[in-house]
């Protein structure tokens, strides 16, 4: 094999081993105290997001809360390069947002699920 054939495959295969570690790393980056995403069954009369045709690879963190009450764990990144490339409780929250503005009342998202109102919110375990 010739030199420059030679450095050329492992110029490529250096760059994409970093590729791969790029995706992994920022998942097993576990910093601070851990954020859920909670669902809390509440009374009255808001607009809402349809819950109950939410896809769960879409909305993994919401379907959870929907569930059980709360989310699996979410840890941010200790200099924010996790958030940029992971999916996170706040992302959904966007989301949900997004889908209907009116439904959103602060820092929490309402959420109509099997005929329940929930009260969707992101938390900080400390």
Do not use: C
């Amino acid at each position: 094999m010739r030199p420059v054939t030679r450095n050329a495959l492992l110029a490529i295969g250096v760059f994409l081993i970093l590729l791969l570690a790029l995706g992994a790393v920022p998942s097993l980056l576990n910093s601070g105290d851990p954020y859920y995403l909670t669902a809390t069954p509440t009374d009255g009369d808001h607009e809402a997001v349809n819950g109950s045709f939410l896809p769960s690879n879409r909305y993994p963190y919401t379907t959870v809360a929907l569930a059980s009450g709360q989310s699996e764990p979410y840890w941010k990144g200790p200099i924010g390069l996790k958030e940029a490339f992971t999916h996170s409780p706040f992302d959904e929250r966007s989301a949900l947002g997004q889908r209907n503005p009116a439904a959103v009342d602060g820092d929490a998202v309402y959420v109509s699920h099997n005929g329940t109102l929930y009260r969707i919110t992101v938390v900080q375990d400390v």
